[in-house]
C-alpha cells in the first residue's frame, strides 16, 4: 500500500472502477425545483483519466460531489468497484477548486491530515507525505505554512494530501481554476507527471477546453437545458504528454470540436428567437469556456 | 537582465531600510509617549495638591499614594488576595460555562433556537442591578461573588466562541466530510483551533468583566478584599487608603490579563498562521 515504486504494469484498462448510470439531481428550492443534472451516465475504467467539461452550472460539479459521496442522487445510480456510493469513501481523494488548507499547519502536517483523520499510522507515512511534496517540487517547503505559500504551491500541497492515502480514484473539481493562466499550465504539466508516477484513476471536472484535452483520456461534454452528457471523445494523444502537443493541429482539432459542440448546446451569443434575455444568459454560459 | 536586478535591488534596498528606521522610531515612541503622557499627568497632579493646599481627603498626591502603598504592602496584599483569586475563579467559570454554551448552540439548531434570542434579552439586562439579588440568594460569602461574576463574564466567551465555531470555512468542512471524519475529528482537528483566536478575544473581555463583578459584590458585602476596602475607607474618609487600593487594584487586574495574553501567546505557538 505504500510502494512508492511506479505502476509501470497497469494492464488493459477493461473493467469500469464507476459507473454513473441515468443520474439526476434535482434541488428543491422554495421557488421552483431546480434540474441540476437531467441525466447523465458514464462508466470510468480503471486507471482512466476522464474529464468533465463544460460551462458554469452545467452541472458537472454536483455530478463530481455525487461520485464523491457528498451529495444524493435524485434518480439513478452510482456503482463504485461494484458497490453504490452511499456516503464518503475512504479510497477517494478530493481536491477542490481551493486548497483549504489548515492555516495553522505546515506543509507537511496538512498532507498529513487524512492520516490522522483516517487514523493510520502517522509515522508510516511521514516519508511518503517527503517524497510526494518533493515530486511536486516543494522540497525545502515542508515546514511553511499555508501564508507562505503562493496559490500554486498551495494546490500543489492539496494534490499531495489527496494522494497521501493513497486512494483508488482522485476526484478533482476545477482545481486550478483559481490560478493565473501560467501557473495553470505549469500544473497541468506537473499533474500529469504525478499520474506516470502514481497511476490513478480520475475524474476532473473543469470549464478549460484546453486543459480537458490535454489531461484527459477521455473528455465528457456536459451542457445543454437541462443538462445532459452531449459528447464523451477519447483524447488519442500519447502519453507522456509534454506541452508541446497543445501546439499539434490534432490538439487545435479537438478543442475545435469540443468547442462547437458546446457552443451547439448554449448557442454562442445568438439571442435565441423568443427572446434577448434567454438567448444573453446562453451567451454568458457558453463564453465561461476557455 | 544584470541591471534590472541591480535596479530592483538598490530600489527594494532603500525604502526598506528607511522603513525599518520608521519602525524603530515608532517602536520607541509606542514606549516612550505613553509613558512621558503619565509622568506629565502625575506630575501636574503633584503639582498641583501641592500648590493648591488642597485637603488630602479631596485629592491627595501621588506621592503620598505611592508611600502609603510602600508602608502598608501588606495590608493591601492581604485584601488583595481573595480579590484576585475570586476573579480567577469567577473568570475560568465563566469560560467554561461560556464555551459549554457556545458548543451547544453550534451543535443544535433547537439549543441556538430556544437559547440565542433569550441571550441576547438577557445581556439588555443591567446586570450590575441584579447583584443585591445573588447576597440573598447565594449568602456573604466568596460564593456569591464569584456566582455574579460569572454572570457578569460568561456572556461575551459565549459571543466570540459561537462565532469562532461557527466562522469555520465550509470547504474544510466539506473536505472533512469526504475523509469519513467524525463530529469529534472535525472539532478537535478544525472547528476548535479555528474558533481560538475568537475565543481568546472574548476572554481578554471576560477577565476585566470577572474582576468588575468581584468588586461590586465585595461593594455590597464583604469582610475582606479590595472592594471592602475602597468602601471601608471612604467611609472613614480616609481617601488615601482609597486610592491604595484602586491602583493595587489595577495592578491585579493587569496580572490577569498578562496572564490571559500569555496564554494566547503560548496557543499561538501551535495555532498561528505564522511560522514560529
Known amino acids: 500500500m505504500l510502494s512508492l515504486a511506479p505502476k509501470a504494469d497497469v494492464g488493459p484498462i477493461e473493467t469500469a472502477l464507476v459507473s454513473v448510470a441515468g443520474v439526476q439531481k434535482t434541488y428543491f428550492t422554495r421557488q421552483a425545483p431546480i434540474q441540476a443534472v437531467a441525466s447523465a451516465s458514464v462508466d470510468v475504467a480503471r486507471g482512466e483519466f476522464v474529464s468533465l467539461l463544460g460551462p458554469s452550472g452545467c452541472g458537472k460539479s454536483t455530478l463530481l460531489m455525487m461520485i464523491a459521496g457528498l451529495e444524493r442522487p435524485t434518480a439513478g445510480s452510482i456503482m463504485l468497484a461494484g458497490a453504490p456510493v452511499a456516503a464518503p469513501r475512504r479510497d477517494i481523494g478530493i481536491i477542490f477548486q481551493d486548497a483549504t488548507l489548515l492555516p495553522w499547519k505546515s506543509a507537511l502536517e496538512n498532507v498529513l491530515f487524512p492520516v490522522r483523520i483516517l487514523k493510520l499510522p502517522i509515522e508510516a507515512y511521514r516519508e511518503r507525505a517527503h517524497e510526494l511534496l518533493k515530486m511536486v517540487g516543494l522540497a525545502g517547503f515542508e515546514h511553511k505554512k499555508p501564508g507562505e505559500l503562493s496559490g500554486g504551491m498551495r494546490q500543489r500541497v492539496a494534490i499531495c494530501r489527496a494522494l497521501i492515502h493513497d486512494p483508488e480514484i482522485l476526484l478533482m473539481d476545477e482545481p486550478f481554476s483559481a490560478l493565473d493562466a501560467i501557473t495553470r499550465d505549469q500544473m497541468n504539466v506537473a499533474l500529469s507527471e504525478i499520474l506516470e508516477t502514481y497511476r490513478k484513476t480520475v475524474i476532473f471536472v473543469t470549464h478549460s477546453i484546453r486543459e480537458a484535452a490535454f489531461l484527459s483520456d477521455r473528455v465528457v461534454v456536459m451542457g445543454g437545458r437541462p443538462s445532459t452528457i452531449i459528447l464523451d471523445k477519447a483524447m488519442p494523444f500519447p502519453r507522456p504528454r509534454r506541452f508541446e502537443i497543445e501546439e499539434t493541429p490534432e490538439f487545435t482539432e479537438i478543442c475545435r470540436e469540443l468547442r462547437l459542440t458546446i457552443e451547439a448546446a448554449h448557442g454562442h451569443g445568438q439571442p435565441a428567437s423568443g427572446g434577448t434575455g434567454s438567448g444573453k444568459l446562453a451567451g454568458a454560459g457558453a463564453s465561461n469556456i476557455e | ?276
Not at chain 2, 268 to 275: C, E, G, I, L, V
Open chain 2, 1 to 276: 537582465m544584470a541591471k534590472a536586478t541591480i535596479g530592483t535591488e538598490t530600489g527594494a534596498i532603500l525604502p526598506a531600510s528607511g522603513a525599518s528606521r520608521f519602525r524603530d522610531g515608532a517602536g520607541l515612541s509606542r514606549f516612550l509617549l505613553p509613558l512621558g503622557l503619565a509622568l506629565v499627568v502625575l506630575g501636574a497632579w503633584q503639582f498641583y495638591v501641592t500648590v493648591s493646599q488642597i485637603p488630602s481627603v479631596i485629592l491627595p498626591s501621588p506621592v503620598s499614594i505611592a508611600r502609603y502603598i510602600a508602608a502598608r504592602y501588606d495590608i493591601l496584599l492581604m485584601h488583595a488576595i481573595p480579590t484576585t483569586l475570586e476573579s480567577a475563579a469567577g473568570f475560568l467559570l465563566a469560560l467554561l460555562l461560556g464555551v459549554a454554551i457556545a458548543i451547544l448552540i453550534t451543535y443544535s439548531t433547537m439549543a441556538r433556537e430556544a437559547l440565542y434570542p433569550n441571550l441576547i434579552f438577557f445581556q439588555l439586562i443591567p446586570k450590575i442591578a441584579l447583584a443585591p439579588l445573588f447576597i440573598i440568594w447565594l449568602g456573604v460569602g466568596s460564593q456569591s461573588r464569584i456566582a455574579f461574576s460569572v454572570f457578569i463574564a460568561f456572556f461575551p466567551v459565549v459571543i466570540a466562541t459561537a462565532a469562532g465555531l461557527l466562522s469555520v470555512d465550509r470547504g474544510m468542512l466539506r473536505l472533512c466530510r469526504s475523509l469519513t471524519a467524525t463530529e469529534w475529528q472535525v472539532f478537535t482537528h478544525v472547528r476548535f483551533p479555528m474558533a481560538l483566536p475568537h475565543i481568546f478575544s472574548g476572554m481578554k473581555i471576560a477577565i476585566t468583566l470577572a474582576i468588575i463583578g468581584v468588586i461590586i459584590g465585595e461593594f455590597i458585602t464583604a469582610q475582606a478584599g479590595l472592594g471592602y476596602l475602597i468602601i471601608f475607607a471612604t467611609a472613614r474618609a480616609d481617601t488615601e487608603v482609597s486610592m491604595a487600593a484602586i491602583v493595587v487594584l489595577c495592578i491585579c487586574g493587569l496580572l490577569l490579563y498578562g496572564l490571559v495574553a500569555l496564554a494566547e501567546t503560548i496557543a499561538n505557538r501551535f495555532y498561528s498562521a505564522d511560522s514560529r
